[in-house]
């Protein structure tokens, strides 16, 4: 069975511009696993992994070659984030804040990673839109990490993720990807708010 010629099918029409299968079940699985994800509930990630593929074909066939090699370092990821968050304690990691530290790290490999990919894009492929793909591509690389070791904070790099994304699939004329990702930034909100709410917080010693 061809699935990938599947995925590519057209299932309807949406303001002058195909809607495939794929996108649909990118759709369905995106929104889910970040509902799943802001209530920690473990099977956000193996519906992460089939978003990812599934993202994979709908990105490249829409020339988008950067976010179509994000998923497939997203499903290493996710498999990186299922391991991580059930070797915490008790089996379940906590939500904390980011170290001072994980932030520089963080931010110094994301404006490398995001100039390098910009710049490999721009010259290596006939992407029409390099340095948009290639911030959105860094920033949800280190959302994604962030997730995977429960940083509150990369709910916020996802918030940035989503402002940048709408935009950008809107001009490949994505639009039910566009709207996805509209939808992402509201289950980013409650996300922040869930994971706030569960934040570990150091007990103050008493005298």
């Known amino acids: 069975?061809?699935?990938?010629?599947?995925?590519?099918?057209?299932?309807?029409?949406?303001?002058?511009?195909?809607?495939?299968v794929g996108?649909?079940?990118?759709?369905?699985?995106?929104?889910?696993?970040?509902w799943l994800l802001a209530r920690q509930h473990v099977l956000n990630w193996p519906i992460a992994i089939v978003n990812n593929l599934v993202f994979a074909g709908v990105y490249f066939r829409a020339r988008i070659y950067g976010d179509a090699g994000l998923q497939l370092c997203f499903a290493a990821m996710m498999i990186y984030g299922w391991i991580s968050w059930t070797r915490g304690p008790g089996h379940e990691r906590p939500v904390r804040h980011?170290?001072?530290?994980?932030?520089?790290?963080?931010?110094?490999?994301t404006?490398?990673?995001?100039?390098?990919?910009?710049?490999?894009?721009?010259?290596?492929?006939?992407?029409?839109?390099?340095?948009?793909?290639?911030?959105?591509?860094a920033l949800s690389?280190?959302?994604?990490?962030?997730?995977?070791?429960?940083?509150?904070?990369?709910?916020w790099i996802w918030i940035a993720v989503d402002v940048l994304a709408v935009p950008l699939f809107i001009?490949?004329?994505?639009?039910?990807?566009a709207l996805?990702?509209?939808?992402?930034?509201?289950l980013c909100v409650d996300g922040l708010r869930r994971w706030r709410g569960a934040l570990v917080v150091p007990v103050a010693r008493t005298a």
């Open 23 to 34: 996108e649909l079940v990118g759709f369905v699985t995106g929104a889910l696993c970040v």
């Open 141 to 155: 690389l280190a959302a994604s990490y962030g997730q995977a070791r429960k940083l509150l904070e990369s709910w």
């Open 180 to 186: 996805l990702y509209v939808i992402y930034a509201l």
């Open 98 to 109: 980011a170290t001072s530290r994980e932030w520089r790290v963080l931010g110094v490999a």
């Open 1 to 20: 069975m061809d699935v990938f010629g599947q995925l590519s099918r057209t299932a309807f029409g949406l303001w002058g511009a195909p809607v495939t």
């Open 171 to 177: 001009s490949r004329q994505l639009y039910p990807t």
């Open 111 to 137: 404006l490398l990673g995001g100039i390098t990919l910009a710049i490999g894009l721009d010259r290596l492929t006939p992407s029409p839109v390099p340095y948009s793909d290639a911030a959105v591509v």
